[in-house]
């Protein structure tokens, strides 16, 4: 669906989708593994809401990518390893296609900060990525990008791991379980009447 009709997706159908993929540990590596080929597949025309989704996952879980991933032995779904100059490379191609807004470009970045963290390799060719917003003329991009390389300086070195963790699953509040109680018996009394 976000391949098809990724522009036309509501905000909503993007923080299920990465909810379901944060709660379900076993989707880690397949989601990550088949965003990132869908990606690479459509990206000079990719849809914005697969490229958002895809570079998340590829912050959250991006360690996944290079190692192979046997979705549960099903042959189908055997992805082999991708080398971390690929992903980087990947993320490359995400900050200079045309289709990449402010947005899009802020979670690159932070993707890139994550990887950091997380790949042994590749860290170099972060950082050089970062450093090219320095001088952006986006306020939102300049900042993230020199408080991201501030963050990589010797000193604060043992507070990446932290400052960079996984993002853990949302618990629903009980306020959400409320308005879809409400949502629901609402449109059960729509439906009878």
Known sequence: MLSIAGNHCDDSILCMTVDLVTRLSELHAFATHKLFRLLRGELPRAQIALMHVAVWCIGEYGDHLIVPSHNNGESEHIYQAIPANEVLGLLEAVLRSHLATELTKSYVLTT???????????????????????SSLSLELHQRSCEYKSLLDCKWGDMLP???????????????IDQRARIERYSTIDSQA
């Open 162 to 176: 932290k400052t960079f963790a996984r993002t853990p699953a949302l618990q629903p509040s009980s306020s959400s």
């Open 112 to 134: 890139l900060m994550k990887l950091c963290n997380r790949l042994g390799e590749g860290k170099e060719e972060s950082i050089n990525l970062i450093a090219q917003y320095n």
